[in-house]
C-alpha cells in the first residue's frame, strides 16, 4: 500500500513556473510507476505525465509536452512535476498516483492507477 501527498501549488501568473511534489509513504515506492493528472472545475480528470518504475521511460500529454517535466528520486520517495511557462488553461486540481503494472501504453489511462494523492490546486492567472 502506498500513500501519496502533493505538495507545491499555488497561485502564479502566466509564464511562471512551479514544482509540484508527490511523496510517498509505504513499501516499494520504487516499484511503482507514478503519474500526473490534472482536473479543472467542470471538466474530466485528464492525463498529464507518466514515468516508470525507474525513470527511463516517460510520456507526455501534448498540451504540456516541452513545458511540463516529470521526475522522481526513488531514494526521497517522491515523484517530481516541473512545470515551465505555465498558461491559465493549466489551471486545475493536480494528482498524483501510483501503480504497480506500469505500461506504456496504458499510463495515460487513469484507471491503471491504484493510489492517489488528495491534489493540489495550480492556479493561473492571465
Known amino acids: 500500500q502506498v500513500q501519496l501527498v502533493e505538495s507545491g501549488g499555488g497561485l502564479v501568473q502566466a509564464g511562471d513556473s512551479l514544482r509540484l511534489s508527490c511523496a510517498a509513504s509505504g513499501r516499494a515506492f520504487n516499484s511503482y510507476g507514478m503519474g500526473w493528472f490534472r482536473q479543472a472545475p467542470g471538466k474530466e480528470r485528464e492525463f498529464v505525465a507518466t514515468?516508470?518504475?525507474?525513470?527511463?521511460?516517460?510520456y507526455y500529454a501534448d498540451s504540456v509536452k516541452g513545458r511540463f517535466t516529470i521526475s522522481r528520486d526513488n531514494a526521497r520517495k517522491t515523484v517530481y512535476l516541473q512545470m515551465n511557462n505555465l498558461k491559465p488553461e493549466d489551471t486545475a486540481v493536480y494528482y498524483c498516483a501510483a501503480t504497480m503494472n506500469w505500461r506504456l501504453t496504458r499510463s495515460r489511462d487513469s484507471d491503471e492507477y491504484d493510489y492517489w494523492g488528495q491534489g493540489t490546486q495550480v492556479t493561473v492567472s492571465s
Open positions: 514515468m516508470n518504475w525507474i525513470g527511463s521511460s516517460t
